[in-house]
T-cell receptor, first 117, second 114 residues
């Protein structure tokens, strides 16, 4: 069975300092992994995706994530937080190739990022 | 390119009523998935439609049903509403045959059951 664990429900940083949002996954297959962001009262926006091409994945708005198979982790980082980064972040696993699965996404419970001025 | 749209944006119903939520998929996408996001939780997969047929279902009772139309738009129907059905309902579209299952989400419909 596939699952995702986001290790922090809430992270608070100061503007201009680094961001680290932690995610561990469990998957029987070679997974696809994603990070989505959700601003208040908005839908979900894809930040980045891991698709086995490269272990370090660059996304939008300066975010990156590194896939570490040995640690079953996919942590999200950003060198310098901006006020506009304040939002809920979801780590997501898709269990294997789309063609061989039902295609559902499995979400973590989310990490709320607060950015202090 | 038109993104995923959902209607209505907000809805208030009472227990026992029925509700229909609508979703238009992104141009070029042929698959629609529905998710329920309760307050403070991550989205939970309800079901997915491809070629007008249900193509996978999460742990939701049969009173949650859906349709997909030839233009790939979709409806989510919920019968006999319960208080716990209050949530944000998200629709996502994707292109079957895409290897990485990247799904594009609409803004959601906020359902309140009183």
């Amino acid at each position: 069975a596939q699952s995702v664990t986001q290790l922090d429900s809430h992270v608070s940083v100061s503007e201009g300092t680094p961001v680290l949002l932690r995610c561990n996954y469990s998957s029987s297959y070679s997974p696809s992994l994603f990070w989505y962001v959700q601003h208040p009262n908005k839908g979900l926006q894809l930040l980045l995706k891991y698709t086995s091409a490269a272990t370090l994945v660059k996304g939008i708005n300066g975010f990156e994530a590194e896939f570490k198979k040995s640690e079953t982790s996919f942590h999200l980082t950003k060198p310098s937080a901006h006020m506009s980064d304040a939002a809920e972040y979801f780590c997501v696993v898709s269990p294997g190739n789309y063609g061989g699965s039902q295609g559902n996404l499995i979400f973590g419970k989310g990490t709320k990022l607060s950015v202090k001025p | 390119e038109t993104g995923v749209t959902q209607s209505p944006t907000h809805l208030i119903k009472t227990r026992g009523q029925q509700v229909t939520l609508r979703c238009s998929s992104q141009s070029g996408h042929n698959t629609v998935s529905w998710y329920q996001q309760a307050l403070g939780q991550g989205p939970q997969f309800i079901f997915q439609y491809y070629r007008e047929e249900e193509n996978g279902r999460g742990n939701f009772p049969p009173r949650f049903s859906g349709l997909q139309f030839p233009n790939y738009s979709s409806e989510l129907n919920v019968n006999a509403l319960e208080l716990d059905d209050s949530a944000l309902y998200l629709c996502a579209s994707s292109s079957r045959g895409g290897v990485y299952n990247e799904q594009f989400f609409g803004p959601g419909t906020r359902l309140t059951v009183l």
